[in-house]
């Protein structure tokens, strides 16, 4: 198998002190750094995906129901929507970054595509993929729903869950048994 590593959305909004920070944000993109630094020759690919807002509509409000509509995050060209600085050493080794969510709402990675124009999908196919492992933020929605799109590709998917930071204990045991009945592999990085 040829396996990818795919990041997903470790930016400054979804770290502690961004607009909608999740708690261990910040401990995790220096979790992500230290395991890419010492394990990106385990990848063929490695993957960083964004949420990248322009206009997504209903996606935002000012008064989010925290399900389908969210407080303003990951506007392209603020600093929200960078990745964390402690992401810096694992994004040395990043082949590719898929970006997601400029009109509409977008949680899986698949949704996205890369500057050129390719969505997560193909390009993977593409560089003879057929495996991935994920990890990021939040594990009970971006990471849940690229693993799950993942699977659905046909990839043999992992998730590494020690290395993802969820929003709430109820959410992340939701999406745990969600990916499960989706023959996600749950893992640990180590």
């Known amino acids: 198998m040829s396996r990818a590593l795919i990041i997903v959305d470790v930016q400054n909004d979804f770290c502690e002190g961004g607009s909608m ?30 949420d990248w807002h322009i206009d997504p509509g209903d996606h935002w409000s000012d008064q989010p129901d925290f399900h389908d509509s969210w407080p303003v995050h990951c506007e392209v060209g603020t600093p929200g929507a ?17 970006r997601k969510g400029q009109y509409e709402a977008a949680y899986s990675g ?8 390719e969505r997560l999908a193909p ?18 929605h971006c ?23 969820g929003v709430s204990p109820e959410g992340i045991a939701a999406a745990e048994t969600e990916m499960r009945s989706a023959g996600i592999e749950l893992a640990r990085s180590g």
Not at 110 to 117: K, L
Not at 123 to 140: C, N, Y
């Open 21 to 50: 920070g999740v708690p261990g944000g910040v401990a995790l993109a220096q979790a992500v750094s230290n395991y890419v630094t010492k394990r990106a020759g385990d990848y063929a690919q490695i993957v960083a995906t964004a």
């Open 82 to 98: 960078d990745f964390h600085p402690g992401l810096e050493a694992a994004l040395a080794h990043v082949n590719v970054i898929v």
């Open 110 to 117: 698949f949704e996205g595509a890369t500057d050129e124009g």
């Open 123 to 140: 390009w993977l196919r593409d560089h003879d993929i057929d495996a991935v492992d994920i990890v990021g933020i939040a594990t009970d």
């Open 143 to 165: 990471v849940r729903a690229t693993a799950v799109h993942a699977s659905q590709e046909g990839l043999s998917t992992r998730v590494l869950l020690d290395l993802t930071a």
